[in-house]
C-alpha cells in the first residue's frame, strides 16, 4: 500500500490542524493504522493509533485529549485531528500502516508501509 500525508503547516501555539492520510494501492481495511512523530534532532516517537475497524484508539500520554484519530475505509483515509497546539507538538507527522494482528503499535517497527510525512510547526 502507498500512503500520501499531507495537511502539515504553521501554526500558533493554541491553534488547531487537520492531518490527512490517503492510501492506495490496497486493501486499507485490512491495515492498523498509526501517526508517528519525528521532532528535529530527537527519535520518531508514537501519536495516535486506529484499528481496522475504527472502533479502538489509542494515544500517547502527550496528546490525549489533544489530538483525534479516525479512519474512513470507504474512503481510505486516516485522519489526525490537532487541537490546542503547543510548541513541543512541532514534528514530521507521518501516517503508517500494519498488517499485524498482535504487537505493539507504539513502535515504529510494528509498521509495514510509511507515508513521507508532513510537517507540522507550531510557534509560541
Known amino acids: 500500500v502507498q500512503l500520501q500525508a499531507y495537511g502539515g503547516g504553521l501554526v500558533q501555539a493554541g491553534g488547531y490542524l487537520r492531518l490527512s492520510c490517503a492510501a492506495s494501492g490496497g486493501t486499507f481495511s485490512t491495515y492498523r493504522m498509526g501517526w508517528l512523530r519525528q521532532a528535529p534532532g530527537k527519535e520518531r516517537t508514537f501519536v495516535a493509533a486506529?484499528?481496522?475497524?475504527?472502533?479502538?484508539?489509542d494515544y500517547a500520554d502527550a496528546v490525549k485529549g489533544r489530538f483525534t484519530i479516525s479512519r474512513d475505509n470507504a474512503r481510505n483515509t486516516v485522519a489526525l485531528q490537532l487541537n490546542s497546539l503547543k510548541p513541543e507538538d512541532t514534528a514530521v507527522y507521518s501516517c503508517?500502516?500494519?498488517?499485524?494482528?498482535?504487537?505493539?503499535?507504539?513502535?515504529?517497527?510494528?509498521?509495514?508501509?510509511w507515508g513521507q510525512g508532513t510537517l507540522v510547526t507550531v510557534s509560541s
Open positions: 503508517a500502516a500494519s498488517l499485524k494482528y498482535g504487537g505493539a503499535h507504539y513502535y515504529s517497527e510494528f509498521y509495514h508501509y
Open positions: 486506529i484499528s481496522r475497524n475504527g472502533i479502538t484508539t
